[in-house]
Every structure is written in C-alpha cells, then in structure tokens.
C-alpha cells in the first residue's frame, strides 16, 4: 500500500490494539462483545481469532466487576486493554476506575502500579438519549494519577493508542461514536507512536488561537473555514492529551493572536475547557485582548431530538459566533 | 460615602474640557442644581451644576486644565461624612486613574449606595468605599493593549477604546502605532520622500519640518477642532464654487435710507443682513441648497436656519464660531439684524451656547468689513452650501451701457457636489442677486 493509505478510526484503533498484542504477550482486551461478536462497534474484529479467547475476553455486562478484575491484572503486571461500549456504562465502574487505578502507585508507595487502557465511545451526537451520551472527561479529568487522551483523527487514534498500552499509568481513552467512520491517513509501521501531551496544529491562522480536542476540532475547523471567508483568521490546536495537556503550545499561539476560544464538548462547570482558559489567563495574562471565550455543550442533559442534539453540541455555528465576539467583530 | 464628579459630557464630540473657573471652594456647602464650575468644551463654555447635597472635599483640576471627558475632577463629601476620607478616596481615584477613565455619561457618581453604605459603618466601611471609587473611575484596557501601548510609549489617554464599554483593545493600539509611524515617517526620512507621506497623512496629523525655528504655541480644544472638522469637510466634501457680481447700488441707498430713520431706535443694518434674509427666502425656490448629504439619501430641511460665520479675536485664542439665526426666512429684517448683533457680542464675549451653534442649514460668511473682493469657503457640515461675500466696493461700473460709479459686490458659493449640481448653485445665485438688486423685496 502506499503512503497515503486511508483507513477508518476504527480500523486504526484496532490495528493500535492488534500491532501492540503481537509485541507485548502482556496486553490482552476485555469487554461487553469484544470477542464473538467482533465488538459492538467493529473495532475488534477478527481479533480472536487472532489472538484466540484468553486474550480477547467477552464479559458479563457488569462494568464494576471486569473493571476491577482487569485493575487487579494490572496490578499483577499484565496490561489490560478495558473497552466500555460507552464512557456512559463505566459510571457503574467509577469506583474501580477512579478511586483504585488513578491511586494504587500513590497508596501502595510504590508498590503496584496500574498499566491499564480503558477505552470506548464518549460524548453526545447520535441520538442516544440523555443517560448514554455521557462526555466523562469533565468529570473524570478532575482525577490526579491518571492520563486522559481524546484523539480526533485515525493517525493519533492509533498513534495515541499505542502509547497508551505502552504507558505504565492509567489511561482513559476517549474515543467517539460519532467518529468511528472517520476516514483519514495512516502510515504504516508497527512503531508509529504519538506522545502524550504533543498538540498539533491543525491550521495556522493570525487572529484567534481555537483550541479543543476530539470530535470538537472538526467543529473548530469547520469554522475555521467559514470565519476564513470573513477575513478572520482561526489557528485550531488540537491538545490530543489533557492529562498531561500541552499549554505551552496553546501560550506560544495566544502570544501570536491575543485572542482565544477554546471548544470542550464537556459541560462548562469545571470541565477541562474551563481549565484550559484558567491556564491561558494565567500564562498569557498580558498577551490578551479579550478573555478566554469557551463554546461547550449546553448545560442541560443531552436532548434526544436530533436538531435538539446538534445545537445542545459546540457546533461550528456557536464557535463562530463565539470568535466574532472574541475578536471583536460581532 | 464621597460622590465622585466627572468631567462631563456636554456635546456629542466633546472629549475633553477645560475648567475656566471653580465658583466654589474647599470645604464649601454646595446643593443639588448649584452651578460649581465653568468648563469650556470644543464648543462653548457653559456651567456645570452638581446633583447632590454636600460640601467639597477636594478640587483636583485647576482652573485653566483640560481633562478628558470621565475624568474625576472634584469630590463631594456628604452630610456627616468627614472631608479628609472623602478627599483621600479622591486621592486613591486620581492616582488610579491618571492616564484616563473610561466615559460614563454622566457627570456625576455616586460610588456607592445609600443603602449599601447603611448597612457598614467605620474604618471598614471607609476604606471599602476608596475601593468602590477607585473601581469607578478605572480605565478599560484589554492586557495586550495596555502592554503594546507600554511598549511603544503610546499613551492609553490619547486613545479612544472600541471594546465593549470603551474598552481599549489591541486594534485601537495598532491604529495608533501605525499614525505614529506614518507621522514621524518624514523626520526620519529624506525630505523628498517626505511629499508623498504628506500627502497620505491622516487628517489629525501635523507635520514637523527639521532645521526651522519655531515657537510651538499649545492649541485650544476650540482650534483643535476646527481643525478636525474644517479637513473632514474638505477633505470628504466634493467642494466646488460658482461665483456671481451683484449690483448692490439700490441695496446701498435703501440700507443708508433705513439706517438714518432707524437709528432714533437703535438699528444699524449690515449689509450682511440683507444677505442673509435674501439666502433665506432662496431657500423656498431651491429646497437642495438648504439640505444635507445623509449616505443613501437626501434630507431637504423643512426649517431654514442660517448660520453666520464669527471670527472670534485673535487676542483671545482666535477661531470661529458659526452663530445660528434660526427660521432666517421667516425673520423680518430688523429681526434679523437684532439677533446677528446679539450673537455676535455673546461669542466674542461670553461665548455661545450649544443652541446658538447648533442646526444650521446654511452658512454665510462675509469678509467685507475686510475690504476682502472675492474668496471662497469651505462647507460647514452637515450643510451642503456656504456663502462667501466680499465687501460692496464702489467702483467704475457700467449700468444702462454707460460707464459710471456703483457699487458691487463678488460672492462665491461653495457646493457639495453630491447634493447641488453647477447649475442648481446658478440659478440659487440668480434668485439671490434678484433680491438683493431689488431690495424691497427683502422687505415683505
């Protein structure tokens, strides 16, 4: 195949997972189909009959208990890959993933570490109602101890992912429903790795720095190309990681534009945009011409109606506006 | 519970006054409506009454200083209130606010509220209260444009924030910086290149010639913004002038008739007055020469409200003046003449009101009594015309194909071309020399 070899999200992901699996004996995948049925969403397909049933494990749909079991493993030196099938059914998981992993290296002075993945779709969009449309970044990211990465393309999908099971932490994994059809190009090689906290630069621009990550960024570019035709000029940095989240990439641009928005899917009330602006304020406190705007998602739960849902979301229109106001030119 | 007074607001262009004089005094009792100042604004001087109860705790300007609109310039204390915290409050505002303070619309602040003050007493209370006044009178300024003005030795006083509340932002400092470059261009450079800088500055921008010595006299906001609006007129006015010959001989001898009857009661007419009342009455015949340019459209004035250019002394600043004389066509002779006069001696001596200058239609400006023939002048906006009339000179003339000696007068007519074509300002001429070569006319 040749360089530029497209594949989807999912695909990337898998390869991420499978590419690790034939390196590293340690690493093996759990979760609610991930096995028989090739995974709710496809993304392990063909994986057992790879790597066969005591690696790719089918569980009861009981998140609490595969969690814990899989944190254990971690603890005993293997390297758990923990699919959720949604971010919205590890809330039942929330001891074991937040008040064990994220604390064990902490508690156990050293002792056990926690080299584990847990992964799986995140955020609202496909009309999934208010309980399973859970963005658990907000919430989650509050957790000193742990990594949180939320990449928006296949490349860093799969380049994330490997760092992730490489990583000797804890790592959440932010993946997206709405995403895993993305199609995009992926290089070849067994050892394509992103590093954590690395944003990229999705698009120069001179008038305003937006910054986001996951799903978001496309919104962000979105906007970018329509602000592009009112003469404002949008640089959208993709953070890829928020723990650790790279703020020195986002001062060095904010220095250039004096202005900022930053874009979370989240909900705003302590939330890592919010965060990120607290940051950029204290970092670029004389660089800026306005405050730190955020566009989230609105603060109501997730709407089930589709036009409902796509405004409920930090869509390119509300970026929009929110660029304008922030450059002055609403 | 100090009361903040600001230098007001009191035209829609003012952005700065001058005290010319405190009528009060430290330690003075004053009362709601009592007049505590005179401050002179780009248009006239005029009093400055206070809204509150209390006696004056500091006078922070002296007379004879200009301050931007917004800036505190006196403090009342209240009833009760010891003066010494109050003017330390003021002191805490001027420091705070020495560059510039934002613009509140009015004049006078209460920094903080009766019931708020109420519910805190002592040093506590005190000390909160120059918080709330130091909050009050502070400058907006977004970060980065306060640091690129440090940087590039621009001062936030000289600018006027676009943000939201007047906040000063980035843009507003760029624009400076790029009138500074553009200013100090032809000091740096050679002075051939120099021109064309010249001919690209922006209107405000003064220039500087190296090598010649000069004194630098300090221009009044008066002259300043003559000088704003005499370059925007010229400068975005499409000006042209048609000028026409008037027999005045008849016009002459009426004025000399009138004058010997009239002077037992106190009236001299000018032969400015007649001019006036026969641009008046112009007016019914040609709507487009007393209107104005408003964008996308035409406003053709229903009242006729003739402006007369006032030279004021040079001894005294100098600068003109356009007194209003208001509903002009509808004013008999004698009226008119009454009011000029008026007019006339209040802005030499007192100065004009903002309704003396305001809502002018047309201008007359007359340069006769300098023995001036012939000149021309450029519009006063919003108008669209001006009239520009040398003095009646007695001279050789020919009347009935004869030579002989009569008087006549040259005026000239600037137009705004967007409004008045070459041949509308003709036949407004035509009608105007009908009048004033029949002067009975102007009489009914």
């Known amino acids: 195949m040749s360089a530029l070899r497209e594949i989807e999200y999912r695909d990337a992901l898998r390869e991420a997972m499978s590419e690790e699996m034939r390196r590293d004996a340690k690493v093996f995948l759990l979760g609610e189909e991930v096995a028989e049925y090739n995974g709710a969403y496809k993304v392990s397909k063909g994986m057992l009959d790879e790597f066969g049933p005591r690696r790719i494990i089918d569980t009861p749909i009981s998140e609490s208990g595969f969690a814990g079991l899989a944190i254990g493993a971690a603890m005993q030196g293997l390297r758990p890959i923990v699919e959720f099938m949604s971010w919205s059914f590890s809330l039942v998981a929330a001891d074991p993933i937040l008040n064990n992993a994220p604390k064990m290296l902490y508690m156990s002075g050293g002792q056990f570490g926690c080299p584990i993945v847990f992964r799986g779709n995140d955020g609202a969009g496909g009309q999934l109602g208010s309980t399973h449309s859970w963005c658990v970044e907000g919430m989650f990211s509050n957790v000193p101890g742990m990594k949180m990465v939320i990449p928006a393309t296949p490349d860093d999908a799969k380049g994330l992912l490997k760092t992730a099971i490489r990583d000797d932490d804890p790592v959440f994994f932010l993946e997206s429903e709405r995403m895993l059809g993305l199609k995009g190009h992926v290089p070849e090689g067994d050892e394509i790795l992103v590093p954590f906290g690395q944003a990229r630069i999705r698009r120069e621009g001179t008038d305003c720095t937006l910054a986001s990550w996951g799903r978001p960024v496309h919104f962000c570019l979105e906007a970018a190309d329509a602000l592009a035709k009112e003469g404002i000029s949008c640089e959208v940095i993709d953070l890829r990681s928020i723990r650790p989240l790279d703020i020195g990439s986002v001062v060095r641009s904010v220095k250039k534009t004096s202005v900022c928005v930053v874009v979370d899917q989240s909900w705003s009330f302590g939330s890592p945009g919010s965060e990120l602006a607290a940051q950029v304020h204290r970092h670029c406190f004389d660089d800026l011409d306005n405050f730190v705007h955020r566009v989230h998602t609105a603060d109501v739960p997730s709407p089930y109606a589709f036009n409902l849902e796509q405004e409920y979301l930090p869509n390119a229109r509300r970026i929009c506006e929110a660029v304008r106001a922030a450059t002055y030119n609403a | ?444």
Not at chain 2, 69 to 83: D, F, H, M, R
């Open chain 2, 1 to 444: 519970m100090p009361i903040s007074v600001n230098m007001p607001r009191l035209s829609d262009t003012m952005e700065a006054g001058t005290i010319v004089r405190w009528s009060v005094k430290v330690g003075d009792a004053v009362t709601s409506g009592q007049v505590i100042a005179d401050i002179e604004t780009d248009k006239a001087t005029m009093e400055m009454p206070v809204f509150d109860d209390g006696r004056i705790a500091s006078l922070l300007v002296p007379a004879g200083q200009s301050v931007k609109v917004g800036t505190l310039i006196a403090v009342i204390a209240q009833e009760g209130e010891p003066l010494e915290s109050a003017a330390r409050a003021a002191t805490a505002v001027a420091t705070a606010a020495q560059a510039t303070p934002s613009v509140p619309n009015s004049s006078t602040t209460a920094t903080k509220s009766d019931s708020d003050a109420s519910m805190v007493a002592g040093a506590t209370a005190e000390s909160s209260d120059e918080w709330a006044a130091v909050r009050g009178a502070s400058v907006r300024v977004s970060p980065v444009a306060r640091r690129m003005a440090e940087e590039h030795d621009i001062s936030l006083g000289s600018l006027q924030g676009s943000g939201p509340g007047g906040r000063i932002i980035k843009r507003d400092v760029q624009i400076a910086m790029e009138n500074t470059r553009s200013r100090s261009a032809p000091a740096t450079g050679a002075s051939e290149l120099a021109i064309p800088v010249v001919a690209n500055q922006r209107p405000s921008g003064g220039l500087v010639i190296a090598g010649l010595e000069s004194e630098s006299v300090p221009v009044s906001s008066k002259r300043q913004i003559i000088a704003r609006r005499l370059v925007e007129s010229k400068s975005t006015i499409p000006h042209y002038q048609v000028s026409m010959k008037f027999d005045l001989d008849q016009l002459m001898a009426m004025r000399e008739q009138l004058n010997v009857d009239l002077a037992s009661v106190g009236i001299k007419l000018s032969v400015n007055d007649f001019i006036v009342r026969g641009c008046a009455l112009a007016m019914a015949k040609h709507p487009y020469v007393n209107a104005s340019w408003a964008g996308d459209s035409i406003s053709l004035h229903t009242q006729v409200n003739v402006g007369i250019a006032v030279a004021l002394d040079e001894s005294e600043g100098g600068g003109l003046v356009v007194a209003v004389l208001r509903d002009a066509d509808r004013k008999s002779l004698r009226a008119i003449s009454a009011e000029a006069k008026a007019m006339g001696e209040k802005a030499r001596t007192r100065g004009l009101s903002l309704d003396d200058m305001a809502d002018s239609t047309f201008t007359v400006s007359n340069l006769g009594m300098f023995g001036v023939e012939h000149f021309t002048a450029i519009i006063n906006p919003p108008n669209s015309a001006i009239l520009a009339c040398g003095a009646a000179i007695k001279q050789p003339v020919i009347r009935n194909d004869a030579l002989t000696v009569g008087y006549e007068m040259v005026a000239t007519l600037s137009s705004d071309h967007r409004v008045i074509d070459g041949a509308m300002a003709a036949r407004w001429l035509n009608t105007l020399k009908h009048s004033l070569e029949h002067p009975a006319t102007l009489l009914v």
